[in-house]
């Protein structure tokens, strides 16, 4: 987690970040609804509540190999024929639709001293879990599943129905320098909308959604508002005084 402040002397401030659900209507009607007067004709056909989209944010950020794998594949009469993987490095990016969330993701790594890419994709199976499929070019697709430990740094998988695992903290992660300005101010008059830009520069995670973005007042806490990039916050909720406005990125 990484903090950045900047201190600002506004009247006013807004960090929003709204999950959108789409849901479709899909009322039934009853054979009894033709006898009912018409607000509870119109309250039986009303939507039923629609759950959330099965999803989990924390598969995001860079994974990697923490030390070299031998992997040997049996086989009868012949010797056990041994690969050996390492420089693994996957980078997951989550994202939320209508009915579910997905992962996708690039990579690389070495195998017995030549580099490879990999991409892959999957989708949420539930908390803590996604079914993916990785491809190799020149080696095939491999289909499975990857789970998530509970804090978050480790992804665990099989290849070859060999165990592997891959962490955040093995990639040598640097932390991001964060930069926090706000456009025209630092003063702003009562009613003003004030725009806050945070510039991000990580090794890592190139792409960094709005919800890992967080924009925060020393005063009012997490801040509400729109936001037309990731990166940058519009509010006008800020009250008058004199806020010291953090941008955390996690």
């Known amino acids: 987690m990484i903090r950045s402040s ?18 479709e209507a899909s009322a039934q009607h009853s054979g009894l609804s033709e006898f009912l007067h018409a607000d509870l004709a119109e309250e039986a056909l009303r939507d039923p509540p629609i759950a959330p989209p099965l999803s989990d944010p924390r598969f995001f950020g860079t994974y990697c190999l923490a030390q070299p794998r031998t992997f040997c594949k049996s086989i009868p009469i012949l010797p056990d024929p041994c690969v050996n993987l390492s420089a693994v490095r996957a980078h997951i990016d989550h994202t939320v639709f209508r009915n579910g969330a997905i992962v996708l993701g690039d990579g690389r790594f070495t195998l017995d001293g030549k580099h490879g890419a990999l991409a892959l994709s999957g989708d949420v199976a539930s908390v803590g879990k996604v079914r993916m499929a990785v491809v190799v070019p020149g080696l095939g697709r491999q289909s499975g599943e990857a789970t998530l430990s509970a804090d978050g740094l480790e992804l665990s998988t099989s290849v070859s129905n060999h165990p592997l695992s891959l962490r955040k903290d093995a990639c040598g992660n640097h932390a991001p320098t964060v930069t926090l300005s706000a456009v025209g101010g630092p003063t702003f008059t009562l009613g003003q909308s004030v725009m806050l830009s945070a510039t991000i520069s990580d090794a890592e995670d190139t792409d960094i959604p709005a919800s890992r973005i967080v924009f925060a007042s020393s005063v009012q806490g997490v801040l509400p508002g729109w936001r037309p990039a990731p990166r940058t916050l519009v509010t006008t909720v800020l009250v008058p005084g004199t806020h010291s406005i953090t941008v955390t990125v996690t």
């Open 6 to 23: 900047a201190i600002l002397f506004v009247a006013l401030s807004f960090a929003i970040i709204a999950l959108l659900v789409d849901h």
